[in-house]
């Protein structure tokens, strides 16, 4: 069965520090992968998706994520953190015909 | 005005009642999906739609119905609430066949408290 693990419950950064949030996936066939962040009391927003070709994908925000077919991941990554960019983010998978699976999400705290 | 709409944005209602949430779009997509997220689950999906006349169940579909009224409605009905299905409950739509159709638009979601 298709699983998307995000190991990270929480994370904590500081405020200008690079943030790395990790996405690994189980499934049969390369996917479709994406990343969503949800601001408090917000839905979701789509930061970035992968669905062919060059592996590092730039998405909104200043954030950007490589695809490791190898490792079978979808990391994260922002080089410096802004306090806005505390959030909750989600990695998802289209494991189907259009619909996705979602990991159980990373919270980013950012400090001063 | 935002794409995806959903009404109420908060509800509390007793055990046993019954309740819709009600999804409105405009961005002119097919498809349409309903998810609650739990705390430290993610989100999981109740039921989607892929147009007016396809309905279909989700993973976590038990105690909920839905009615696709519309291209560019979509409601959720829980028939006889109970206090587990206390959570955030949020609607979605995708482009389907004529566009990128897996990438999902979210709107702002339902707090939904059963007592």
């Given at each position: 069965?298709?699983s998307?693990?995000?190991?990270?419950?929480?994370?904590?950064?500081?405020?200008?520090?690079?943030?790395?949030?990790?996405?690994?996936?189980?499934?049969?066939?390369?996917?479709?992968l994406f990343?969503?962040?949800?601001?408090?009391?917000?839905?979701?927003q789509?930061?970035?998706?992968?669905?062919?070709?060059?592996?590092?994908?730039?998405?909104?925000?200043?954030?950007?994520?490589e695809?490791?077919?190898?490792?079978?991941?979808?990391?994260?990554?922002?080089?410096?953190?802004?306090?806005?960019?505390?959030?909750?983010?989600?990695?998802?998978?289209?494991?189907?015909w259009?619909?996705?699976?979602?990991g159980?999400?990373?919270?980013?705290?950012?400090?001063? | 005005?935002?794409?995806?709409?959903?009404?109420?944005?908060?509800r509390?209602?007793?055990?046993?009642?019954?309740?819709?949430?009600?999804?409105s779009?405009?961005?002119?997509?097919?498809?349409?999906?309903?998810?609650?997220?739990?705390?430290?689950?993610?989100?999981?999906?109740i039921?989607?739609?892929?147009?007016?006349?396809?309905?279909?169940?989700?993973?976590?579909?038990?105690?909920?119905?839905?009615?696709?009224?519309?291209?560019?409605?979509?409601?959720?009905?829980?028939?006889s609430?109970?206090?587990?299905?206390?959570?955030?409950?949020f609607c979605?739509?995708?482009?389907?066949?004529?566009?990128?159709?897996?990438?999902?638009?979210?709107?702002?979601?339902?707090?939904?408290?059963?007592?």
């Amino acid at each position: 069965a298709q699983s998307v693990t995000q190991p990270d419950i929480h994370i904590t950064v500081s405020e200008g520090a690079s943030l790395e949030l990790r996405c690994n996936y189980s499934y049969g066939a390369t996917p479709y992968l994406f990343w969503y962040v949800q601001s408090p009391g917000q839905g979701l927003q789509l930061l970035l998706k992968y669905f062919s070709g060059d592996t590092l994908v730039q998405g909104i925000k200043g954030f950007e994520a490589e695809f490791k077919r190898s490792q079978s991941s979808f990391n994260l990554r922002k080089p410096s953190v802004h306090w806005s960019d505390a959030a909750e983010y989600f990695c998802a998978v289209a494991y189907s015909w259009g619909k996705l699976q979602f990991g159980a999400g990373t919270q980013v705290v950012v400090t001063p | 005005d935002a794409d995806v709409t959903q009404t109420p944005r908060n509800r509390i209602t007793k055990t046993g009642k019954r309740i819709m949430l009600e999804c409105s779009q405009t961005k002119g997509h097919d498809r349409m999906y309903w998810y609650r997220q739990d705390p430290g689950l993610g989100l999981r999906l109740i039921y989607y739609s892929f147009d007016v006349k396809d309905i279909n169940k989700g993973e976590i579909s038990d105690g909920y119905s839905v009615s696709r009224q519309a291209q560019a409605k979509f409601s959720l009905s829980l028939e006889s609430a109970i206090p587990n299905q206390t959570a955030l409950y949020f609607c979605a739509t995708s482009p389907g066949l004529a566009g990128d159709q897996e990438t999902q638009y979210f709107g702002p979601g339902t707090r939904l408290l059963v007592l």
